[in-house]
């Protein structure tokens, strides 16, 4: 499969969304009022037996093999730069995988399993965890290429990414406030960048979709390689709290040949971000950094330093006419009596010459 992102798919679901969010259709099924905690029936013992013994659930999986996106560099009408600009076929970010299975999973009769669920003093791991809607994405071998008509660069490297999403059905049903409502899990062994900065800066237009300059001819600038490895991020969602974890195991960094960082201490980083939506938490912030080698090297800093003169032009011109320094005379105050006086001093030298010209 290969879905091409465009100029032309963009307005294309712009119209299509706006003509729909022009219309307001009458639901085709009206939605039932979500179960309150205090009209629930007390459940029975056949009714936990019941469930113990079987859970239907509802399960839907997507698979693709190979699929490709390719992200092209947009030409609107509006953007100063056309395509006939470039030679050949405009630059595009072409994002693949080997595979990428896709879940979810969610109980057939949600009403049922939670209402009687909630009601239990101590419920079995089996019973808690069916009471969730499931989402899984996994992509095997993904890889981000910069491809023009001239060469190909490989920006990541193949690597493998899981995402992972939970979510309590009727979270308001559940007395207990320090339950987790969502759970958000995005983790990966190992991911490798690769790139030179020109190459960064011509993905970077590309994926925000600006007007900026975008050339791909080879040029003598060094690469830099980025690898995380261990990488793991978390968010969870409570009635008391949103709490953030990010991990990160090790991390090297190198240009060229030359090492630019490295780890000598596993995790390298570590950080828990606390949002309290009450008062009986506090907000927290933990930071943890373990051992590590850093080398500022030259060709670091002139990948770091390096800019498109278009770009690099285009900011000092912002910034000056910002401060008023281009384009534009510096006037000063002056106070109104003495606008005035010149205003009848002009008018005077006038008249003399008004009464020759008689």
Known sequence: MQLNISSG??????????????????????????????????????????????????????TMFKPVVNVSYLDHPEKSR???????????????????????????????????????????????TNCHRHSNIKLLSFSCNLVSSKNLANLLLPCHLNLSHKYLIYPHLWPRDDLSYTDLTFDSDQIVFVASKQHFLSAQEILMFGDGPVELEDAPLPYMELTLIGLN?????????KTD?????????????TPVFSTKEEPLFSTTFQHSHSSVL???????FGKFVANLDHALLKWLSFEFPGRLDRRIKKKSIKSG???????????????????????VKKQPIALKDR
């Open 9 to 62: 798919l963009i307005h294309r679901v712009q119209e299509i969304m706006k003509a729909a969010s022009s219309y307001n259709y009458p639901p085709y099924v009206d939605r039932p009022a979500d179960p309150v905690l205090s009209s629930l029936t007390p459940p029975t013992e056949a009714d936990i037996f019941t469930l113990e013994r079987y859970i239907p659930l509802r399960a839907y999986q997507l």
């Open 282 to 288: 506090p907000n927290v912030a933990v930071l943890a």
């Open 82 to 128: 056309r395509r006939k600009d470039f030679q050949g076929e405009a630059p595009y970010l072409s994002f693949e995988c080997q595979c990428l299975d896709a879940t979810h999973v969610k109980p057939m009769y949600p009403n049922r399993i939670v209402t009687i669920t909630c009601q239990i003093a101590a419920p079995t791991e089996n019973l808690f």
């Open 245 to 257: 974890r990010l991990l990160l195991k090790s991390c090297q960094i190198s240009t060229g040949n």
């Open 325 to 347: 320094s281009v384009g534009s005379k510096t006037t000063t105050q002056q106070p109104d009596s003495l606008i005035s006086s010149e205003k009848q001093h002009h008018s």
């Open 233 to 241: 991020f978390q968010r969870v969602n409570s009635a008391q709290a």
